[in-house]
């Protein structure tokens, strides 16, 4: 069974900086791209960020976020990661760690989510 | 900020067809890429319940059918059963934003 665990959500403040994990299971986890995908508080899903596999090990983000996110993955702990840094309000979200299904675009496995707070 | 656009809510009453649009553009749904639906419960993340526009995973109730043509998508629920209740998103990705894209939306309540 696919597992996605997230962790590091915390409430943190303008400027600030935040790390957040996800330990993957139950899958081969360095065949596959992982993403990060936020929703704040009562609006929508944003895809945040997405890494390839150590293969190609390129990085994405969306705009809002470029130069201050930064995503990485140890393949050998079957984890994700996602650095935050000058944190600003508009960052407050619940982040989901998400699973890339191979030869598409679109993401088969969720995880439950980390809280982001962003307020002084 | 999101790129494609869904109506904010539907509804029906228990036993009914509803359809939720999703709407894009050249960039995304018009340039060939697929469409992709999320099921949101309350409280609850997201799962994928229609990918590569019209397959189901396992375990999702054939009664949810999704479709594409053009710049738009569609998802159809048929026999609305109170577990129907949820929020469901659209997803593609658009080549101009080089990045996944979502939609806005919709609230599926049942009367």
């Known amino acids: 069974e696919v597992q996605l665990l997230e962790s590091g959500g915390d409430l943190v403040q303008p400027g600030g900086s935040l790390r957040l994990s996800c330990e993957s299971s139950g899958f081969i986890f360095r065949n596959y791209a992982m993403a990060w995908v936020r929703q704040a508080p009562g609006k929508g899903l944003e895809w945040v960020s997405i890494?390839?596999?150590?293969?190609?090990?390129?990085?994405y983000y969306t705009d809002s976020v470029e130069g201050r996110f930064t995503i990485s993955r140890d393949d050998s702990k079957s984890t994700l990661y996602l650095q935050m840094n000058s944190l600003r309000v508009e960052d407050t979200a619940t982040y989901y760690c998400a699973k890339k299904f191979s030869g598409s675009y679109h993401f088969d496995y969720w995880g439950q989510g980390a809280l982001v707070t962003v307020s002084s | 900020q999101s790129v494609l656009t869904q109506p904010p809510s539907v509804s029906g009453a228990p036993g009914q067809r509803v359809t939720i649009s999703c709407t894009g553009s050249?960039?995304?749904?018009?340039?060939?890429?697929?469409v992709h639906w999320y099921q949101q419960l309350p409280g609850t993340a997201p799962k994928l319940f229609i990918y590569g526009n019209i397959n189901r995973p396992s375990g999702v109730p054939d009664r949810f059918s999704g479709s594409k043509s053009g710049t738009s998508a569609s998802l159809a629920i048929s026999g609305l059963q109170a577990e129907d209740e949820a929020d469901y998103y659209c997803q593609s990705y658009d080549n101009s934003l080089r990045g996944y894209v979502f939609g806005t939306g919709t609230k599926v309540t049942v009367l």
């Open positions: 050249s960039s995304n749904i018009g340039a060939g890429h697929d």
């Open positions: 890494i390839g596999t150590v293969r190609d090990g390129r990085t």
